[in-house]
């Protein structure tokens, strides 16, 4: 029965007199009425049925990079069984089931890392600590070389003790994993608090666990905790790709903003299209980046660590190479613009900065008039013809140049196709959509209320904009070709070997002492010297 994950019970009955002794118990708290003379009716075997999807389940958590362990009051035979079954252990020789209380001997149980005992005048409590005037008591293992011998193969803790899976929780934490800890008793408190992730199962669960956990799984189901880790997981992807954005156009607006006023002298951007700049930057940004559906494919592959940083070398390769990119981009139209930028008089508002030649239909053509406010402002074409077309364009290619860094901010991992899952992404090609449409209402209605020309951009000059738009995603190509490890390890600061400085210090005290040893025999030779004379 118990090779079969079934519980075995065993019926049966017993006849007493009535002066038996009811009230003496053996050290294992058996009574010694309950010891022998017992008729068997029969044996029973309850099985808990494990549910179809429990399985796969497990097998998504290995892909994802997570390592489940049992811990169970059954006892071996059955607990094995159930864990074969569902694919936590394997019948391999290195991989380990163990008794809670064997467990417990081998590491030596929990005690206070200060003062090395179970039990100690450390509170738990930091209410508690502070008012005594005490330190909060930290656990640890007592005997850690015998935890980190059993921990890589253990597999299965079977007839264990809430302390025991305290012990294991802990013994995990100290050395640096994140764990997730599941349970529903009042006495599996302890171990779902001490977790980074307590789960109770919400149909089974008493309050106690409930308060104490920081999940309660309504269907009791395992394989909800995998969907928990898929949604984690892509809640903390959409914020990096929000962020990646959001600082890429932060850089380039600050830039842009600060060396007109320094080497120019003048706003590159006007205040109204800064504030349609900051709701691309955050609500458009936030709307479009962080509201993407998981996808199955954030399972394949393990857990960010505990130290990782919201910001990671890859992404910070991005928005820097992007930044700078952009700047020196919209800086070389700002200067040369009127020299490359070609013009068309489609009406009485247009002037050229050289007239080249005209059209068969009789448009006269050439280079557009630089915007700059001592080529522009100061010789009074601003009161004649409003807006320089130049700086319109200007303001077009920056907006362009983020609409394509969208695309590229959906990728974090320097993926070359930045269209895939495009089609899933309803919020974010809705985005796309809003952005381009009222881009160009502003550009050719907006008028001097958002800086932009009388006449808006011809076709020609709009697809300009958008080619140098395009050029935001040519350059993420590049920067994918750029190992970002190797960049930033150039500025970090090197970690100094401590065996290293051990050698560099005992070549020092063997030198000094030679030195010191040299000038005693330099004293002992002058002294002998002297003596003789």
Known sequence: VRCVQ???????????QGDEDLHTKDEKN???????????????????????????????????????????????????????????????????????????????????????????????????????GLAVREDTIANQEAFDEIIPKLDVLARSRPEDKYALVTGLIERNYIVASTGEGTNDAPALRKADVGICMGAKGTDMAKQASDIVLLDDNFSSIIKGVLWGRNIFDNIQKFLQFQLSINIVAVSLTFLGALILHMEVFYSSQLLWVNVIMDTFGS???????????LLHRNPYPRDMHLISPKMLKNIIGQGVFQVI??????????????????????????????????????????????????????????????????????IWL??????????????????????????????IITVIGVQLIIVQFGSSFFGCHHDGLTLEQYLICMGIGALALVFRAILMLIPEDKVFNLFKKKEADPQR?????????????????????????????????
């Open 287 to 297: 709307i479009a980046l962080a509201t993407e559906a998981p996808v199955p494919t």
């Open 402 to 431: 983020e609409i394509f860094n969208f695309f590229g901010a959906r990728n974090l991992n320097d993926e070359l196709n930045v269209l895939k899952g495009l089609r899933k992404a309803h919020f974010f090609n809705s985005i």
């Open 30 to 132: 058996v009574y010694e009425v309950e010891k022998e003379g017992f008729i068997c009716i029969g044996l029973l075997g309850i099985m808990d049925v494990l549910r179809p999807e429990v399985p796969q389940a497990i097998i998504n958590a290995k892909i994802a990079g997570i390592k489940v362990r049992m811990v169970t009051g059954d006892n071996k035979i059955t607990a094995k069984a159930i864990a074969l079954n569902c694919g936590i252990t394997t019948n391999s020789a290195d991989r380990l089931i163990m008794d809670g209380a064997e467990f417990m001997e081998r590491i030596g149980g929990v005690i206070c890392k200060k003062h090395r005992t179970q039990i100690c005048e450390c509170p738990r409590s930091k209410e508690v600590a502070k008012s005594r």
């Open 501 to 533: 400085s051990k050698n560099l210090i005992k070549k020092l005290k063997v030198a000094q002492a030679a030195q010191r040893l040299s000038g005693v025999n330099q004293q002992m030779v002058y002294g002998t010297t002297h003596s003789t004379e």
């Open 329 to 398: 981009i919209l800086f070389g139209i700002i200067l040369f613009g009127d020299k490359i930028f070609p013009e068309w008089e489609t009406s009485d508002n247009v002037i050229f900065s050289r007239q080249v030649g005209v059209t068969s239909e009789g448009v006269k053509y050439g280079y557009m008039h630089s915007g700059i406010h001592s080529k522009y402002h100061e010789e009074g074409l601003y009161e004649l013809y409003g807006p320089s077309r130049h700086f319109t364009m200007v303001f077009n290619s920056f």
């Open 6 to 16: 079934e519980t075995a019970l065993c019926i049966g009955y017993k006849e007493i």
